[in-house]
């Protein structure tokens, strides 16, 4: 059984003390020990995801993230949207390639692509290896379970002897609450002028040939170097003691039209900025919401706003995983036991119906006002425990981008189909009791 972790930290937690080498037949435990770690997360106090008091006193939307998040806007940003497997495998190799000082790279994991054609994961490994045997500076940041449990010991051999400095992510949190709060940003930054952020983590079933279907953007100018900003602050502080000196780089020259926001979430530091941007966002709807997020597992605070949106004539549509797309049937379940509850307060719902290749993307559009693009799942894992960046943009330019991506997904008419409250009630009772039986662990998915 394949997991990507975007949605399983749970299942990931179950394994996430074991050695790298693992063999298959006790991998083939990872469900049972996944219902053990289940249960303690049931009595695990579920943690606040607002912190601040949110007050709608403008309908200019910077003002408001300028006020209620740690961001700012950068301006003269360029962005490309890359959309295909193909298009993040070649753009990935040339971030990595063109590096000629530094790479930083902060990642959930690196995957093991023994079943697959080709095995991507580790020729990236490789690939950094080669750069830092070649003198330049390699960081590798990745999250400490998802790493040890999901991906191979020979490509984290690789890294661990390539030259470079890899580091684990470890939450200031002590047991067993540390082992909930997981590392899910995606970050590569070159020399300081070059970063990708997005959905992807590197394996087969990301950047392989017609492969999932994720949104990755490549960016240059003054935003980056917020971004490297972040990096630096994540190494320093959750990855350990180190005692490598950062290289100075030139700061990055203004590159495009686009004025963009970086916003990172670090809920281990009860950090929660993407949450408040989302609800900024949504309370200042009014004619349209289209979001993708491939694990839809909203928390009560976020259909509350979503339904409240509705309330007000905006139509809200939410574009997910089906259960022959979703890559984790588990998590299915539980955002599946959420349909009727979703669908009751007029929140449209429609399913990628597309066996094999996952939708996982994620994106946010509101009006023609504002767009969102990043790592944010829109389910529990993301509001609650994981770490998340995001592109969140005003800019007319930039937003036109976001938005014809996701309506390019709405429209494919032979991929996704819509539910609604009849399909949701002609269910098999063993299919719902799967929902409700799921739906009682929704917070850890």
């Given at each position: 059984m394949h997991l990507d972790c975007d949605c399983t930290g749970a299942a990931t937690i179950a394994l996430g003390t074991c050695p790298n080498g693992l063999s298959h037949a006790f991998r083939r435990l990872l469900p049972l020990t996944a219902w053990a770690i289940l249960l303690l997360g049931g009595c695990l106090p579920i943690p606040e995801s607002i912190t601040e008091d949110i007050v709608i006193d403008t309908d200019n939307v910077d003002e408001l993230l300028d006020r209620y998040t740690h961001s700012h806007l950068d301006y003269g940003c360029s962005m490309v949207m890359m959309t295909e497997s193909e298009q993040s495998y070649v753009g990935f190799r040339d971030v990595i390639e063109n590096a000629s000082s530094t790479i930083d790279m902060e990642t959930l994991n690196f995957d093991n692509d023994q079943p697959?054609?080709?095995?991507?994961?580790?020729?990236?490994?490789?690939?950094?290896?080669?750069?830092?045997?070649?003198?330049?500076?390699?960081?590798?940041?990745?999250?400490?379970?998802?790493?040890?449990?999901?991906?191979?010991?020979?490509?984290?051999?690789?890294?661990?002897?390539?030259?470079?400095?890899?580091?684990?992510?470890?939450?200031?949190?002590?047991?067993?609450?540390?082992?909930?709060?997981?590392?899910?940003?995606?970050?590569?930054?070159?020399?300081?002028?070059?970063?990708?952020?997005?959905?992807?983590?590197?394996?087969?079933?990301?950047?392989?040939?017609?492969?999932?279907?994720?949104?990755?953007?490549?960016?240059?100018?003054?935003?980056?170097?917020?971004?490297?900003?972040?990096?630096?602050?994540?190494?320093?502080?959750?990855?350990?003691?180190?005692?490598?000196?950062?290289?100075?780089?030139?700061?990055?020259?203004?590159?495009?039209?686009?004025?963009?926001?970086?916003?990172?979430?670090?809920?281990?530091?009860?950090?929660?900025?993407?949450n408040h941007a989302i609800i900024i966002g949504l309370r200042l709807a009014r004619q349209r919401v289209?979001?993708?997020?491939?694990?839809?597992?909203?928390?009560?605070?976020?259909i509350a706003e979503l339904a409240d949106a509705v309330a007000r004539g905006v139509q809200v549509r939410i574009l997910m995983n089906s259960q022959m797309s979703i890559d984790v049937p588990q998590g299915y379940y539980a955002e599946a036991s959420l349909f009727g509850t979703v669908l009751e307060r007029g929140i449209r719902v429609f399913l990628w119906d597309r066996a094999a290749r996952t939708m996982h993307s994620k994106a946010m559009v509101v009006d023609d006002s504002l767009a969102m693009v990043g790592t944010y799942n829109f389910n529990a894992r993301s509001i609650l425990w994981d770490t998340e960046n995001v592109i969140f943009t005003t800019d007319?330019?930039?937003?036109?981008?976001?938005?014809?991506?996701?309506?390019?997904?709405?429209?494919?008419?032979?991929?996704?189909?819509?539910?609604?409250?009849?399909?949701?009630?002609?269910?098999?009772?063993?299919?719902?009791?799967?929902?409700?039986?799921?739906?009682?662990?929704?917070?850890?998915?």
């Open positions: 697959f054609p080709q095995d991507i994961a580790l020729e990236f490994a490789q690939l950094l290896a080669d750069k830092a045997h070649a003198g330049v500076r390699v960081r590798v940041m990745l999250d400490s379970l998802t790493s040890n449990v999901l991906g191979r010991p020979e490509v984290n051999q690789v890294l661990a002897d390539g030259g470079g400095d890899v580091r684990e992510y470890r939450p200031d949190r002590s047991l067993p609450e540390s082992l909930f709060y997981r590392m899910h940003k995606k970050i590569l930054i070159a020399d300081g002028q070059r970063a990708v952020i997005g959905g992807s983590n590197y394996g087969y079933r990301y950047e392989g040939p017609q492969q999932w279907r994720d949104t990755n953007v490549l960016l240059t100018g003054p935003i980056v170097a917020t971004l490297q900003q972040e990096f630096d602050y994540d190494w320093d502080n959750r990855s350990g003691p180190h005692h490598l000196v950062t290289a100075a780089a030139a700061l990055p020259e203004p590159s495009g039209p686009f004025a963009l926001r970086e916003i990172d979430q670090k809920p281990s530091e009860n950090d929660f900025d993407i289209d979001i993708e997020a491939p694990y839809f597992n909203p928390t009560d605070w976020l007319p330019g930039a937003i036109q981008l976001i938005d014809e991506m996701i309506q390019n997904d709405f429209q494919q008419q032979d991929v996704i189909r819509e539910i609604d409250l009849d399909w949701v009630n002609s269910q098999p009772p063993g299919e719902q009791f799967k929902w409700d039986l799921y739906g009682l662990f929704a917070p850890l998915f």
